[in-house]
Nanobody, 124 residues
Framework: QVQLVESGGGSVQAGGSLRLSCAASGYTRGSACMGWFRQAPGKEREGVAVIYGVSTTYYAGSVKGRFTISQDNAKNTVYLQMNSLKPEDTAMYYC??????????????????WGQGTQVTVSS
């Protein structure tokens, strides 16, 4: 059974940083995709960042240059380092994983497994 467990969320002031972690069990990424998505109240869920292939990454334009997705294969964990946080980054953040190679897709329909989410709140 695949489980994705997120951690690292919290409250921070604008300009601050947080690092989210997604620990996977029952799943090995290989060349498939693991990504981070977020959903703010009243808004649709959106893709933020994805890692695929050996370690290729892709980011949504709204976070490019501020967020970094990375992996620790030994720990079967994917991270999202978030710097220069803005109030508009406030959302529930979800980790997701695909069974197949996804070419860096941030379409949530591509992903087969989802975590429960971790809340990020950025105050101005």
């Amino acid at each position: 059974q695949v489980q994705l467990v997120e951690s690292g969320g919290g409250s921070v002031q604008a300009g601050g940083s947080l690092r989210l972690s997604c620990a996977a069990s029952g799943y090995t990424r290989g060349s498939a995709c693991m990504g981070w998505f977020r959903q703010a109240p009243g808004k649709e869920r959106e893709g933020v960042a994805v890692i695929y292939g050996v370690s290729t990454t892709y980011y949504a334009g709204s976070v490019k240059g501020r967020f970094t997705i990375s992996q620790d294969n030994a720990k079967n964990t994917v991270y999202l380092q978030m710097n220069s946080l803005k109030p508009e980054d406030t959302a529930m953040y979800y980790c997701a994983a695909s069974r197949r190679y996804c070419f860096g897709d941030l379409d949530e329909r591509t992903y087969d497994y989802w975590g429960q989410g971790t809340q990020v709140t950025v105050s101005s």
